[in-house]
């Protein structure tokens, strides 16, 4: 079975500052998803950036980026210039691809605080 | 917004009741998955449906059943309940299974008293 792990429950930055969080998983397939999602207050769960196992490439989406490294089955997101409404929950989640019909296994998470 | 919609947003009841759950995918999108978010379990899959049809089953208890209307209209039944089911509940929607983005609704929180 596939398993996601977030080591840091919680992480903290400074307004501005860039913020790095950490997963990894355990698969034994090799064509799979990645994705981050970002879960504020509000409790709405947000796509924030996605990544296909089968593309060297990291992912990038303005301020967010991956560091993807499939070897090591690392997928950590990088926040640059992190800002106040940065602050949430974020889930590292994983999907078998092929059109699979499973649904997302997810990380427990790590709860984001920017200080001012 | 995402666009997809889960009525009712609160939801309190008793243990032993019954209670249904309603979601509206985006536009177009055949899929809808069901996920249970709690503070024991962390966020879990429950059930899979494409076009009508159950595709995949993860977690879900029996317990609990779902489907998944012409419309694409999907409902999710929660029987007997227990103190334990006390969740958020969401739905996903996406395009196709060979798609794997998943868009989710804002959630129906259950309370079980």
């Known amino acids: 079975a596939q398993t996601v792990t977030q080591s840091q429950p919680e992480m903290s930055v400074q307004e501005a500052e860039t913020v790095t969080l950490s997963c990894t998983y355990d698969t034994s397939e090799s064509d799979y998803y990645l994705f981050w999602y970002k879960q504020p207050p509000s409790r709405q769960m947000i796509l924030v950036i996605r990544q296909e196992a089968y593309k060297q490439q990291n992912a990038t989406e303005n301020r967010f980026s991956v560091n993807f490294q499939k070897a090591a089955k690392s997928f950590s997101l990088k926040i640059s210039d992190s800002q106040l409404g940065d602050a949430a929950m974020y889930f590292c989640?994983?999907?078998?691809?092929?059109?699979?019909?499973?649904?997302?296994?997810f990380g427990k998470g790590t709860h984001l605080i920017i200080q001012p | 917004d995402s666009g997809v919609t889960q009525t009712p947003k609160h939801l309190i009841t008793a243990t032993g009741q019954r209670v249904t759950l309603r979601c509206s995918p985006r536009?177009?999108?055949?899929?809808v998955y069901w996920y249970q978010q709690s503070l024991d379990q962390g966020l879990q899959f429950l059930i899979h449906?494409?076009?009508?049809?159950?595709?995949a089953k993860g977690n879900i208890l029996e317990r609990f059943s779902a489907q998944q209307f012409p419309d694409l209209h999907s409902e999710l039944n929660l029987s007997s309940l227990e103190l334990g089911d006390s969740a958020l509940y969401f739905c996903a929607s996406s395009p196709w299974t060979g798609r794997n983005e998943q868009f989710f609704g804002p959630g129906t929180r259950l309370t079980v008293l």
């Open positions: 536009s177009g999108d055949l899929s």
């Open positions: 449906y494409y076009n009508g049809e159950e595709r």
């Open positions: 989640a994983y999907k078998v691809s092929g059109g699979g019909a499973d649904g997302l296994t």
